[in-house]
């Protein structure tokens, strides 16, 4: 009889020690299984935060004295996943500026308080602001207007009225300049089908020919290039290239025209009564 509850509890205690390890066991996969899910859970949510950054879409200033073309530019631009942002004059739209950050400013001329040409000029002299993308819509179409705007430090000239989807197309192509303005390397652009390198002074193309260039046209080219899409008038490029010293307009133009020659016609553009400017497409 003794012996028989020997066993038995020799035996209960066996199962019990068996179960116990297989619940533990179970439980260690449990807690396996679901710190392995929490991990993937935790990371694809950084994954998509880190996305969100990525993707943050770009804040757009509006600045116009018209109500509803203001309505009318916001409801566009929302449409198109832009943070849009609005004033309705110059010296309101400095202290939004300065507050937003915005990746792009469209500016009217014609305002109140302070036309778009000051205040133009003034935003280009704030902390933050001076690469700000700016761009008129304006009504103003005379030529001395024009070249007002571009020598004040705007981006682009856009004249009213304009149909909203080619205007969207426009600043979108804006948007993707800045974008693709060089980074890392100070010393080297690549953009397009090209590959600039400031160091060995030389343009190299996709389909492997290197074209080297003298000092004067490679630090014009390698200037302009450097802000795709950003208009720039001939004395500020005889100040920043050639320190003005002894030289001309025509200076400028000779030397756009051997790079013409050179590179190719379709990278720097002329813009009427301004200057020039790098397209990159």
Known sequence: MLSQYSFF?????????????????????????????????????????????????????????EADILELLQYNFEQEGYTVIKAMDGEEALEVAQKELPDLII????????????????????PGLQDVAIVFLTARAEEYSEVAGFEAGADDYIYKPIKPRVLKSRIKAMLRRQHIRPQGDPNLIK???LEIVKDEYVVRKASGDSIALPRKEFELFFYLASRPGKVFSREDLL????????????????????????IGIKYIVTVKGVGYKFLPE
């Open 191 to 193: 953009i397009h089908d």
């Open 9 to 65: 509890t020799k035996t209960s205690i066996f199962f019990t020690k068996s179960c116990a390890k297989d619940i533990v066991g179970t439980i260690n996969f449990y807690l396996y299984t679901n710190l392995k899910l929490t991990c993937r859970v935790l990371l694809t949510i950084t994954m998509i935060r880190e996305q969100d950054t990525a993707t943050k879409p770009a804040k757009i200033l509006i600045v116009d004295d």
């Open 239 to 262: 100040v920043r290239i050639w320190d003005n010293v002894h030289v001309t307009d025509r200076t400028v133009d000779v030397h756009v025209r051997k790079l013409r020659e050179k």
């Open 107 to 126: 500016l009217d001329i014609m305002m109140p308080k302070m036309d778009g040409v000051s205040t133009c000029l003034a935003l280009r002299s704030l």
